[in-house]
Structure formats: structure tokens, C-alpha cells
Nanobody, 123 residues
Framework: VQLQASGGGLVQTGGSLRLSCAASGRTSSAFAMGWFRQAPGKEREFVAGISWSSRSTYNSDSVKGRFTISRDNAKNTAYLQMNSLNTEDTAVYYC?????????????????WGQGTLVTVSS
């Protein structure tokens, strides 16, 4: 599978962005999707994940109530709606796929990664 993340950019504190992750290639099998991020000098961390059916979503504590993950299986695309952004959200955001239907927050569970899209939040 190939993953193409898009939608990053520069936004002011309190603003919103919507990231997209389009999957192509091996999309006939059920797969969970996740969003991770990596800030400069920090390790990559889990942000949000969604199961194949969309029945289960999982957000990190740092984004609960502000970020919403969703997906459209007809378009093989996952989305991350990010509201109330602050400077601590500045990072490269990566989408990832695991070929099991359930969602997890473990980076090692995801075997396929997109190239990342940069989100910069200015104060």
C-alpha cells in the first residue's frame, strides 16, 4: 500500500486544519489507520487511530476533544480534523496502516507509512 498525506500548512494558534491520507495499492483488505506526529528533537508519537469499520477510534490524551479522526473507505482515505491548534501541535504528521481491522496506539503495530505533512502552528 502507498500512503499520501496532505493538508499540512501554517496556521495560527486556535486555528484549524484538516489532514488527509489517501491509500492506494493494497486496499481490498481490512486495515486500521493511524495518525502519528514527530516534533523536532522528539520521538514519533501516536495521535489518533481508527478501525476499519470506523466503530472504534482512539485519540491520545494530548488531542482529545480537539482532534477527530474519520475515514471514507469508498475513497480509501482517512482524515484528521484538528481544531484549537496550539504551538505544541507543531510537527510532521504521518499516516500509517496496519493490516488488521482493530486500532492500536503502538507505533510498532503499523507496518506502512506515508511521507508526512508538516503542520506549523504560530503563536
Amino acid at each position: 500500500v502507498q500512503l499520501q498525506a496532505s493538508g499540512g500548512g501554517l496556521v495560527q494558534t486556535g486555528g484549524s486544519l484538516r489532514l488527509s491520507c489517501a491509500a492506494s495499492g493494497r486496499t481490498s483488505s481490512a486495515f486500521a489507520m493511524g495518525w502519528f506526529r514527530q516534533a523536532p528533537g522528539k520521538e514519533r508519537e501516536f495521535v489518533a487511530g481508527i478501525s476499519w469499520s470506523s466503530r472504534s477510534t482512539y485519540n491520545s490524551d494530548s488531542v482529545k476533544g480537539r482532534f477527530t479522526i474519520s475515514r471514507d473507505n469508498a475513497k480509501n482515505t482517512a482524515y484528521l480534523q484538528m481544531n484549537s491548534l496550539n504551538t505544541e501541535d507543531t510537527a510532521v504528521y504521518y499516516c500509517a496502516v496496519r493490516y488488521l481491522p482493530g486500532v492500536t496506539n503502538r507505533l510498532s503495530d503499523y507496518g506502512y507509512w506515508g511521507q508526512g505533512t508538516l503542520v506549523t502552528v504560530s503563536s
